[in-house]
């Protein structure tokens, strides 16, 4: 993919609304060949992550999340955003906090496919898994530039 259509696609946004954010994520109609060449490998983490372009306002990560890989639950801190499946089908699972402080349960658990997107809201909780055998690809936008993300504990029950 030529980064120049990053730049296009977010080089002007300010301040931008969750329409506008996922109108200039859609504008791409990237398609895996696009990103062949840019796809990150899982380090430290259960998933690769590269940061393709960021701006005051906005970050564009492109995700690879292998076969069977899950992340911790985590937010995004005080910033919102879309996650765009190029590849593959993801499992998103949304958790709420538990009593004990640092502790989320599961709640809500949706699978979004190639072609679709998502919405993460402010604060939100949530784990991304890939429950299939064929990897997933995704390019997420934020804005602000994620900073403050948390990561929390898992367990089974609300208190
Ligand atoms: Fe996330």
Known sequence: MNLQRLEQAFGSLVFPSHAELRQALVSLSLCPEDIASHIPQPEQLPYGRKILYQTPHVEVVLIHLPSMQESVPHNHGDS???????????TNVVYLPADREGEVFRAQTTHVSAGDCYYVAPGEIHA????????????NVYTPPLQNSRQYHPTTSAT
């Open 80 to 90: 919102f955003g879309w996650e765009w499946i190029i590849s593959g089908t993801l």
């Open 128 to 139: 991304i898994r890939n429950n299939t055998d064929a990897p997933v690809y995704s390019l």
